[in-house]
């Protein structure tokens, strides 16, 4: 009989409400602020031609197996089209990444709730596109079910995390298979490590993993079933191959070195549980850094007692600086404005070293000494993650501390009804005046083909079969070959494209790796008009044809 009242919250769930609570609250004041019509756009294009009628995969080339576009859709039935709807979704889902990134670290370091809140504090400073959410959600979910799994495994608790891990994965394929690696190293090392006679829970524990992830999967892949004629290598019609090859390559291989630095920390692999979910790029260094920890506690191990306990501590803050100095080593890396999605493996890794040498201390009579570098440590994470997002200059990734200094504004749009600077607000607005006025309803535009939201904002369908196409490195002519005969078939009479400077202005980037169509696309539309960062094209009229009228202007 436990000494809880039947009716009492439990201890996990008030941690997870106290953190996620007062993150959504803090989330809902600013997920309206900015605009991203390009991979955000993408993904309600995606959605807004399914509830058309339309199939985003069979009927368009849209690159990520993923069940988003439905659960977009049926937001939107639900709650009518907007931008801000979706926001909304988000924010409920990050602040829920906050409640079980919470519940990680109170695995990691019991006793502690203050220290544990460091992860919920690290997810509300670090930037991150609204859009990607699900990354840090389901590696919140896999670190607090893979720590109760390697504290006592079971069936159940290997179906759980597996399941877990599968559902996320279906939100979109590609970008959510960061711990599947360093999962399985430690899974393996849980049912390697215990005795002989103790592992058939485990065993049984790692084969519920592997049935649970199928099960998880199973709506992706009832949705992807009727569609796998979309993902295979281009056929004679000349239609590029719709996913990434990039992408799948740079998925399968993220978590492999947590593998090395899960099997590096010994036999509790619950110390290193946040490396297996950290970008393989960042995380070489933990490996090694793991190692040489485990070397210079066996050195100090030959000494007296207390020695011992403080090289291990020395060893373990060591290990902390480290991660520490590798948030800022992610932060000035290409894909920073990612950021949260390593926020919560940074957090968690934190704390666990942390831990460590807390208790290392402690077992040296020094308590408080060991409490004050621990909270130091994770003060100093905060303080670097503070200072990123105060000086990165795009607000959209920007965190929640400095973001709103960057709403000036609210565009005007009942479709996009988000808050920005007042230069995008009134571009936007202008763009939209522009396009609505000038295209009829129903009238094929050709916008980006790296700004798709410009379709749903204006309610404009997309000219071609590309929601999003993006020409990789050396070259794309498969894709740029595609882009061209679709471009011939449905011969658009506007364009629309942003010719503003990186990373969201785009003439720059397709002139480098897609000369062909941007000759093409100068060769046979004449601007019409510029509005802020974006040029309005219209198709060259043939000289037999009488002119056309003038477009009437933006206000």
Known sequence: ????????????????????????????????????????????????????????????????????????????????????????????????????ATLAARALLPGRPLLAAFPAVALALAGGPWHKTHVGLGLAVGCWLLLRFLARPSPGRGLALGASQGLVACLDLPNNVFGLPGTAAALFLAVASRPRGDRTAAGLGLGAWIAGLALGLAPLAAAMAPRLGAFVLATGSGDPVPIDPFEIARASWIGWPGVAATLASGPDPSRLVGAMYLDGMALLPFAAAAVGARGLKAAAGRGEAREAYLGEARARLALAAVAAGLVVKVAVRADAPHMFQNAIPFSLLLCALCADGARALAGAHRPRRAAALAAGALAAAAAGLLAFTATYPDPYYAGSVTVLAQAESRVGLRRVPLRDRARVARDLERLDAFLRMNVP????????????????????????????????????????????????????????????????????????????????LRRHFERVTLVGPYEVRRRVPVPSSPPSRPPAAAP
């Open 441 to 520: 309803p129903g009238a094929p535009v050709f916008a980006g083909p790296t700004c798709p939201l410009v379709h749903f904002m204006s309610e404009r369908p997309n000219a071609t079969r590309l929601i999003w196409y993006t020409p990789p490195k050396g070259g794309s002519e498969k894709g740029t070959s595609a882009a061209l005969v679709e471009l011939d078939r449905v011969r658009p009479d506007w364009v629309v494209w942003n010719i503003g400077p990186p990373p969201h202005g785009e003439l720059a980037h397709f002139e480098a790796r897609a000369p062909e169509l941007v000759a093409y």
């Open 1 to 100: 009989m436990s000494g809880r009242p039947p009716h009492a919250v439990s201890p996990e769930l008030r941690a997870f409400l106290l953190a996620a609570i007062p993150s959504l609250l803090l989330f809902l004041t600013y997920c309206d602020v900015t605009v991203n019509a390009s991979d955000e756009g993408a993904w309600i294009s995606a959605a807004w031609v399914l509830r058309q009628g339309r199939d985003p995969f069979l009927d368009y080339l849209f690159p990520h197996p993923s069940v988003m576009p439905w659960v977009y859709a049926a937001l939107f039935d639900l709650f009518g089209e907007s931008v801000l709807v979706v926001r909304v979704f988000w924010a409920v889902v990050r602040a829920c990444a906050a409640g079980f």
